[in-house]
Antibody
Framework: EVQLVETGGGLIQPGGSLRLSCAAS????????MSWVRQAPGKGLEWVSV???????FYADSVKGRFTVSRDNSKNTLYLQMNSLRVEDTAVYYC???????????WGQGTMVTVSS | EIVLTQSPGTLSLSPGERATLSCRAS???????LAWYQQKPGQAPRLLIY???SRATGIPDRFSGSGSGTDFILTISRLEPEDFAVYYC?????????FGPGTKVDIK
C-alpha cells in the first residue's frame, strides 16, 4: 500500500528544536519529489519545503534558515529539522509526494506541532 | 512569488446544485502547474485535479477543471453530500509551490 506516516510532533517552547519524520511505503522517497506542507489551526495550507530527487532543496521564506529538509534512502524516510521555533510555526505538518505533475497525490495523516511557553 | 486568490470565500449550495469555484493568480501560471484539492475536517487534503483539467485517480467525473493564464475554475456539476468541504488551488513555479486561501462549500 502506498502511504506516508508522519511522526515527531509535540509541544515545544519558543526557540526550541524538533525533528519530524515521514516514513514512506509502497514507493521510494529517493525516486520522487517530496514536500512538507503545514496548516495552522483553522487556517489554510502553506507549503514549507521540497526535496527534489536530485538532492536540491527549497524553502518557503517563512522558514528559510530555520528549517532543513533531508532524507534517509535506507530508511525510505523524509525528515524536517525545525530550529528556532516560533509560536507562528504551530500547525499540523503534512508530508506529501509530488506525483510527477507538480501536484501532491499522496499525503500523510499529519503530525501536530505546538509551539508555546 | 505568485499569489493565488480564491473566490468566493464561502459558497452555500444545496445537494444537486452546480458549484463553480474560482482561482486567480497574480501572474501567469502554466496550466501544467495548477492543481485543486479537497479537504474535509480532520483529514489530509485530497488531490482532485492536476494540470488544470486532468482528474486524479479515482476522482468522479462530476469534478472538472478549466482555465489558463491567470484564471482557473473548478466545477462540481451536481453536489453530492460528501462534496461539502474546503477546496484549495495550488500552483508550482520557480521551484516553489503556493496554495490559495481556500473556498468553503457548505450546505445551504
Amino acid at each position: 500500500e502506498v502511504q506516508l506516516v508522519e511522526t515527531g510532533g509535540g509541544l515545544i517552547q519558543p526557540g526550541g528544536s524538533l525533528r519530524l519524520s515521514c516514513a514512506a511505503s509502497g514507493f521510494t522517497v529517493s525516486g520522487n519529489y517530496m514536500s512538507w506542507v503545514r496548516q495552522a489551526p483553522g487556517k489554510g495550507l502553506e507549503w514549507v519545503s521540497v526535496f527534489y530527487s536530485g538532492e536540491s532543496t527549497f524553502y518557503a521564506d517563512s522558514v528559510k534558515g530555520r528549517f532543513t529538509v533531508s532524507r534517509d534512502n535506507s530508511k525510505n524516510t523524509l525528515y524536517l529539522q525545525m530550529n528556532s521555533l516560533r509560536v507562528e510555526d504551530t500547525a499540523v505538518y503534512y508530508c506529501a509526494r509530488d506525483g510527477g505533475a507538480w501536484a501532491f497525490d499522496i499525503w500523510g495523516q499529519g503530525t501536530m506541532v505546538t509551539v508555546s511557553s | 512569488e505568485i499569489v493565488l486568490t480564491q473566490s468566493p470565500g464561502t459558497l452555500s449550495l444545496s445537494p444537486g446544485e452546480r458549484a463553480t469555484l474560482s482561482c486567480r493568480a497574480s501572474q501567469r501560471v502554466s496550466s501544467s502547474y495548477l492543481a485543486w484539492y479537497q479537504q474535509k475536517p480532520g483529514q489530509a487534503p485530497r488531490l482532485l485535479i492536476y494540470g488544470a483539467s486532468s482528474r486524479a485517480t479515482g476522482i468522479p467525473d462530476r469534478f472538472s477543471g478549466s482555465g489558463s493564464g491567470t484564471d482557473f475554475i473548478l466545477t462540481i456539476s451536481r453536489l453530492e453530500p460528501e462534496d461539502f468541504a474546503v477546496y484549495y488551488c495550488q500552483q508550482y513555479g520557480s521551484s516553489r509551490f503556493t496554495f490559495g486561501p481556500g473556498t468553503k462549500v457548505d450546505i445551504k
